[in-house]
């Protein structure tokens, strides 16, 4: 009993203790970007394959589409329709009629000055003698004619060349063209969502259908896995969490990966996986696991696949 007890004396003096262990298991996730239209339709043309990298703004798939075209033709008939009503309430008359009245317009001021000279003639002779009193109210009543057919004449070409529809019409067709805008608008995004595209460069993870089948509305018809969304998942002992903080940089190995592979710790579960009786002892303690995420560099995550072990470990 005394020589057990010396030798667990000296090995503690000596170092003989097991060193702690700073590694932990873990695998590889990855966050997927699913591909969808909000709009059922037969798949038509699938442009990627399983396993091909896509760069940015690439089509990825499309819908049949016809109903969609018809539609944005419709609105963009509509809008043009809408558009020349309003031109035609907004625009004076044809041009034949103002041209029209711009001639009895410069007739009735011929007949002005005639009926003026005539008037000024008249006048004189009455004077003189040489004319009556009738003669001359007719010429003064000839000039009075005339002089009003002149405003009328200017009354008629200026109501002319005013607008042709009232205020009230040409805000009705003002906002019958506000309506056959967003009938537009909404038919075109209609057509779009039945083509889809990358929204950046990505791995294509899968593909859940093949062209010539019905895709229902909302139903991914690819996933695609960014690089910024793969990561390291690992679980660490309640001893160890508060050594951890976002930021930490850890390693992370796996077999065919080569060089060790930088990583930031990215997440920390608040909670514990497990959980014992709410009375802990030593023992129990020890079984208290934290889930944490790390994540590599972009250039570094091509090299990990989703479902991969791996091992993790404090740079």
Not at 9 to 18: I, S, V
Not at 26 to 50: N, T
Not at 174 to 186: G, N
Not at 233 to 262: H, M, Q, S
Request: hydrophobic residues 40%.
């Amino acid at each position: 009993m005394h020589r057990a007890l010396l030798i667990a004396a000296l090995c503690a003096m000596a170092g003989c203790e097991k060193p702690a262990d700073h590694g932990w298991q873990g695998y590889v996730e990855g966050e997927f970007v699913l591909l969808a239209s909000p709009y059922a339709g037969q798949l038509q043309k699938l442009y990627v394959r399983r396993g091909e990298a896509v760069e940015a703004g690439k089509p990825v798939f499309a819908l049949e589409q016809e109903a969609e075209r018809s539609g944005r033709a419709e609105a963009e008939q509509r809008m043009k329709s809408a558009q020349a009503r309003l031109e035609n309430l907004q625009g004076p008359r044809r041009q034949p009629e103002i041209a029209a009245l711009r001639e009895q317009m410069n007739q009735a001021k011929a007949a002005l000055q005639l009926s003026r000279a005539n008037l000024a003639r008249e006048e004189e002779l009455f004077r003189k003698g040489f004319s009556s009193k009738a003669r001359l109210d007719d010429s003064r009543t000839a000039q009075q004619r005339d002089s009003a057919k002149v405003k009328e004449t200017e009354a008629q070409l200026s109501n002319a060349l005013q607008p042709v529809g009232r205020e009230n019409e040409r805000e009705g067709a003002e906002a019958e063209i506000a309506v056959a805008k967003a009938a537009l608008a909404q038919a075109a995004w209609r057509l779009e969502q039945k083509s889809v595209a990358a929204p950046v460069a990505e791995l294509v993870q899968d593909t859940f259908f093949v062209e010539g089948e019905w895709v229902p509305a909302g139903r991914p018809v690819a996933s695609l896995l960014p690089p910024a969304n793969v990561k390291a998942r690992f679980y660490v002992a309640e001893t160890v969490v508060g050594a951890l903080a976002p930021g930490k940089a850890v390693e992370i190995r796996c077999d065919g990966c080569g060089a060790p592979i930088a990583a930031k710790v990215t997440y920390i579960s608040s909670q514990a996986e497990y959980t014992p009786p709410v009375l802990y002892t030593r023992e129990q303690r020890g079984k208290l696991l934290f889930l944490v995420e790390a994540r590599p560099s972009l250039a570094d995550a091509v090299r990990l696949r989703p479902g991969q072990p791996i091992d993790v470990a404090l740079q």
